[in-house]
């Protein structure tokens, strides 16, 4: 018995170290550029692994595809050029609009179904076999586009200051992918038989000419963490993780953008993330859901999301290559479509939030920074 | 020298002799001088930059550190299971030789193999990878002096796992632990304050730290780092001396 004590003293002590080491020391703030900064404070080996993890998070994107619809996998039925190009001009209303009716998602369709106390729209998105996965916030959006498409990566959803809870229950959509094959056939055209027949039955199916089903977005939540640990660089699978979770647990979105932001502190579209969280959580402490400074830890937290969204455009105004067309940028691997949208986004709310909450003159300033950089930015053009 | 050290040096030595008649350590040394033609090669014609230098020197020195903890504990784990094994236990313990004795032998030898092998690896990855401008010096030197304590801890650790658990078991959760223990440490939550007794070999490693040119470690931060591996050095001790001493061979 007594040659255990030493053990556990020593066991003891060990948790006890244990807790003063801290697991980041890894992680430091490096010299040189921003470029210079990401590429050198990495492991060789996870450079070496970088493509088997990154493979490893799309393969569970995919998985989060099939979740989504029960288990039920479908034949790849839409492509990007399906898509609407209006997500740019398609930032929505004043911050002072009371209820929120339009609005475009990155990549989703015309199809947004209301749901909800306040009606919200919330937009699905189906795209093709790409491997982007896309998101936009916008200032005044009211709608959530959140694409999944069987065997695509093209997710979107789109977040603005005014953007509402969405339950996620289980819900028929009604949209434009109803028909689409399943990956088993239907009745009419399996030539198998009762194998067929049999397959229906123990595999998850649905008869394509019904209504897609989408189960809860919890159950995609576990496969979201599953991505961000095997590639914690995989910026878009803690935004969508959190935009499944922050309708159930706001605190826990904000906790997993947060570990987001430890492993990818340059990563312009998760300060955004922080930042639309925290408008949430501003919205939920109204009693009509609206942004307002009325007390004191709603300006509290809206000065955060401000200064959030003002480093999240500063960050994203030094990453955005300078010497491309716009049609180079949304087709580089540097830079790409959605990241584009993201890059819009980020600045028209920075601006809209500013001047309506911030400093108006910063707010200018602030817009013609961003026009000098995207001089094509549609919606601030406008109100130049 | 007294008789004890006299043992000791004896059991090393026939330690080294099995360590050099098996074929592993020549596996080594091939794959590590492949990585040094390549950083060789990239020295002398390669791109030079920041990123360049960095990937290199990041790739030896993790390199360097992992080869010597999978030979410590290689050597670790089957050491007494083999003893056992082969019967050669007996007559060892029939000389003037305790258990205490024995195990210590045993882990001088795996925990001194490892030892030297990493420092030859690393010093030889010092000589040949391009060094980065930003490198901090004592960073490097702090680092330098954590890797015998992070591997005389993995030949302990090892040979406690090959004394309790069956040798397949013994191989896979000892390098499950000693590659995976600090990722399984982040991933745990933090209510769950068992996760503190998981042996975290992956905080000692800060080959990215050394190359990203971070600064040298604060007191406050290092000296943790120095007494964790000790204290788990008195653990397994601990811990292998009770199990061996009751162990019926």
Not at chain 1, 23 to 52: C, H, K, P, T, W
Request: aromatic content about 6%; some cysteine.
């Amino acid at each position: 018995m007594r040659a255990w004590i030493p053990i556990a003293i020593s066991s003891a002590a060990a948790a006890a170290l244990s807790l003063f080491i801290p697991s980041d020391l890894n992680r430091d703030e490096l010299q040189g550029n921003r470029r210079q900064r990401v590429e050198v404070n990495r492991s060789a080996l996870a450079r070496i692994l970088g493509e088997f993890r990154t493979g490893t998070s799309d393969l569970l994107f995919l998985k989060t595809e099939r979740y989504l619809h029960g288990g039920v996998g479908y034949v790849p039925h839409q492509d990007e050029a399906s898509q609407p190009e209006q997500v740019e001009e398609n930032s929505g209303h004043s911050l002072d609009a009371p209820g929120p009716k339009h609005g475009h998602g990155a990549h989703d369709h015309d199809h947004g179904h209301a749901q909800g106390p306040h009606d919200h729209d919330h937009g699905h998105a189906h795209g093709p076999h790409d491997h982007d996965h896309g998101h936009a916030h916008g200032p005044h959006d009211h709608n959530h586009g959140h694409g999944h498409g069987p065997h695509d990566h093209d997710h979107g959803h789109a977040h603005g200051p005014h953007d509402h809870d969405h339950g996620h229950g289980e819900h028929d959509h009604d949209h434009n992918h109803a028909a689409a094959e399943t990956l088993i056939p239907s009745e009419q055209q399996d030539y198998r038989g009762w194998i067929g027949r049999m397959q229906r039955e123990v595999k998850p199916w649905r008869d394509p000419s019904e209504h897609h089903l989408h189960s809860e977005g919890n159950e995609l939540i576990p496969w979201f963490r599953m991505m961000t640990l095997s590639d914690p660089a995989y910026v878009r699978g803690y935004i969508l993780g959190a935009f499944w979770v922050q309708s159930e647990n706001l605190e826990a979105a904000q906790q997993l953008i947060e570990e987001g932001l430890e492993h990818n502190p340059y990563a312009f579209q998760l300060h955004q993330s922080r930042a639309m969280l925290q408008l949430k959580e501003v919205r939920g402490l109204s009693e009509d859901g609206s942004l307002s400074i009325a007390l004191p830890e709603q300006k509290l937290l809206l000065e955060q999301a401000l200064e959030g969204l003002r480093h999240a455009t500063e960050l994203m105004m030094e990453e955005r290559p300078k010497d491309m067309s716009k049609e180079e940028l949304r087709n580089s691997p540097r830079w790409g479509r959605y990241k584009e949208l993201d890059a819009l986004a980020v600045s028209n709310s920075a601006v809209t939030l500013e001047a309506q909450f911030g400093d108006p003159e910063a707010a200018e300033a602030l817009k013609e920074r961003v026009l000098q950089v995207i001089p094509d930015h549609i919606r601030l053009s406008k109100e130049r | 020298m007294s008789q004890k050290g006299q043992q000791l040096k004896l059991l090393l030595r026939a330690g080294l002799l099995e360590l050099a008649r098996r074929q592993g350590i020549q596996v080594l040394c091939l794959l590590m001088s492949l990585y040094l033609l390549i950083a060789l090669g990239a020295r002398s014609v390669g791109e030079r930059s920041l990123e360049a230098d960095s990937f290199m020197l990041n790739l030896g020195l993790t390199l360097s550190v992992s080869l010597g903890l999978i030979l410590a504990a290689l050597t670790g784990l089957r050491q007494m299971p083999d003893d056992i094994e082969n019967r050669s236990i007996y007559p060892l313990l029939a000389r003037p030789l305790d258990r205490d004795t024995l195990l210590s032998g045993r882990f001088l030898s795996a925990a001194l193999s490892g030892i030297s092998v990493t420092l030859i690896f690393l010093l030889l990855t010092l000589i040949v990878s391009p060094t980065p401008s930003i490198m901090n010096r004592g960073m490097l030197i702090q680092y330098l002096l954590l890797q015998p304590l992070a591997i005389a801890w993995a030949a302990a650790f090892a040979l406690l796992l090959g004394l309790c658990l069956p040798r397949a078991l013994a191989t896979l959760s000892c390098l499950g632990l000693i590659f995976g223990g600090e990722f399984l440490f982040r991933i745990l939550p933090d209510l769950f304050i068992f996760k503190h007794l998981i042996p975290r070999f992956g905080s000692l490693q800060l080959a990215t730290r050394v190359t990203s040119g971070a600064t040298a470690l604060s007191p406050a931060e290092w000296i943790p780092l120095l007494l964790y591996p000790a204290v788990w050095l008195c653990i397994c001790h601990f811990s292998c001396r009770s199990v061996f001493r009751r162990k019926a061979l």
